[in-house]
């Protein structure tokens, strides 16, 4: 018989608020599969109710589909790495904001800094672009 531990993924939200929907089931099918799944907020998702729900709701379920408290600070994300608390981190929605910051090696916001300290530690970050049509479509054809 072997023992094998549960894997574990960082799944960081961004403020695409619209997207929450879409998102949502896709942690309940990785904690499903057996991932233990570390939820962070980028300060926007963590602290604005919007027309698609309240802040504290998506902290909330968050903590019900994962079992773990949302890191919503930056001292709360940094060990992620460092520690190896996490095998990959997954953006998911990635707002054209926090892509910016990651493309310009900005970690300012507990998903910037998240993947900073999943990358320096040779880990994956995996994002997942959530973005209106008019950035979108400012890409070359």
């Known amino acids: 018989m072997t023992t094998q531990s549960k894997r574990t993924v960082a799944f960081a939200l961004c403020g695409s608020f619209c997207s929450f ?19 962070v907020l980028s300060a926007s998702a963590a ?8 802040a504290s709701a998506l902290r909330q379920t968050l903590y019900e589909v994962t079992g773990h408290r949302p890191l ?3 001292q709360a ?6 520690q190896r608390l996490a095998e990959a981190l997954i953006i998911a929605p990635a707002t ?21 300290s999943l990358l320096r530690g040779g880990r994956p970050v995996i994002i997942a672009p959530s973005t209106n049509d008019g ?6 054809a």
């Open 21 to 39: 929907a879409a998102v949502l089931p896709q942690l309940r099918v990785l904690t499903a599969r057996g991932w233990d799944v570390l939820p």
């Open 47 to 54: 602290g604005l109710d919007t027309r698609f729900g309240t």
């Open 72 to 74: 919503t600070t930056l």
């Open 77 to 82: 994300v940094e060990p992620l790495g460092p």
């Open 96 to 116: 054209g904001t926090t892509m910016a910051l990651l493309a310009a090696g900005i970690s300012s916001t507990p998903v910037t800094l998240a993947a900073k």
């Open 135 to 140: 950035l979108s479509g400012s890409a070359p």
